[in-house]
């Protein structure tokens, strides 16, 4: 013992022992002597050198050590870690050095320290609105070599089926989600590459942790702070029940006959039910009668119900939702719940441009080039109609309206999947040609599923054409968001017009086409003077070619 105290009294190396001891990263110590002559500190000493000092008056010993990390300690040179060899001491001593013992062996090692360096890859987020993903197809197998710019997988998105493709090189050591894996969560891991090819054996029962290991402690720790609420809940519990006696004394204030008393237990009838004639408000015997008869007049009627309830069993089938029938649900209930929508009608004579059109794929064909369709001529229009009227070539935000420069048009592609919005991009400086061949590309790649982001972003204006293919004559299309209007074609018909004269008479074709605006961007007046331009272009489609 004065041994001990005389290290503390001359040695200034141990005068931070306390607040040694005190930090997160703190290690149980002992002290030593270079020289063997003198005698070694017992495990009684020892522990009263602690018991000096305030880490062992503010925590347990137990509790610190508990918290020590695997990383190394500076120590001074008087200090030297924990020896885990037993000693003799108080029973309190013995717990804090196996304590320590016990901790050394289980510190900071992860599950995969093991295992030779890897890379885990996640599901990519490969669209702005991408949340999850499913696999479609494996392009590599497990041990394959792969190099940066080769195809992984295919990903099905929320909008397309995309290649993703590998970032470094080395060898595709373990897949964790297999083709046809559905609802996986961005970030969430499919793969595992290694650098040396000797590693793959490593890999073969791989599996990942990062994902479930941070969960386990929330759901341990969340359950504790309602058990505290629910002892609260049993002080209200007996004023509810202190209610409910003081109805009983209204049922003894009812009065009756002692023969309809009678009567109406026989029955089972509550007396509180029946209505009083009687002398002073008094039930009487013809009125519980009364109400027997008028209750077995309704048991007669309702019998009858459950043999015409009677419905034969359905025949169906459930066709699970594909992603991006999961989009579409989702984007247009919140364009129609959260977007002031009117429709704007008017019909358009086409003769001309079915003229013009007729003149075009004369000389396509004469020069090899393929034809021009309405749906080209219409989406030309539009963009030079946006480009006259550019307050419908915006979109609304919380702080401002975003007018935007450039005319990039979807088309709305229909197909086994489900709808497609690619996307003509500067539609307005594009000829007719040009803009028929990329709609052309686009359509098939979409029946395809392998339209990419590239391919359907960036729009500012959408038109969907369900005249031509379906004959619909005239319909009201659903705003894309964030855009603020949506063009629906019609299909076009012959009518019967007046002439220049009293009784003369013409035939013409009309299209009817509807203009869907977001109020809140454009208004009424707007809107009426983009479909005004917009028609002058269909009437007379030279100009389009100025």
Known sequence: MAYASRIIIHSNKLKHVST???????VAARGFSNSSTHPSLTARDLFSVFASSDMLKTRPPVERISKCRATTVPMPSGISTMSTKP???????????????????????????????????GMPSLSPTMTEGNIARWLKKEGDKVAPGEVLCEVETDKATVEMECMEEGYLAKILKEEGAKAIQVGEV?????????????????????????AAPEAKSAPSPPKEEKVEKPASAPEAKTSKPSSAPSEDRIFASPLAKKLAED?????????????EGRIVKADVEEFLASRGKETTAKPSKPTDSKVPALDYVDIPHTQIRKVTASRLAFSK???PHYYLTVDTCVDKMMGLRSQLNSFQETNGGKRISVNDLVIKAAALALRKVPQCNSSWTDEYIRQFSNVNINVAVQTENGLYVPVVKDADKKGLSTIGEEVRFLAQKAKENSLKPEDYEGGTFTVSNLGGPFGIKQFCAVINPPQAAILAIGSAEKRVVAGGGPDQFNVASYMSVTLSCDHRVIDGAIGAEWLKAFKGYIETPESMLL
Do not use: C, W
Request: aromatic share 8%; net charge negative; charged share 20%.
């Open 20 to 26: 040694l001891l005190r930090r997160e990263h703190s």
């Open 267 to 279: 029955n089972n009838v509550p007396l509180s039910s029946i209505k009083a004639t009687g002398p």
């Open 190 to 214: 499919i793969a595992i590459t290694v650098e040396e090819e000797e590693d793959i054996q490593k890999f073969k029962d791989y599996t990942p942790s990062s994902g479930a290991s941070p």
């Open 337 to 339: 719940q959260t977007i």
């Open 87 to 121: 000693m003799s001491g108080p029973s309190f001593f013995r717990e804090y050095i196996s304590s320590s013992s016990q901790m050394r062996s289980v510190r900071g090692f992860s599950s995969g320290s093991d295992l030779p360096p890897h890379q885990e890859i």
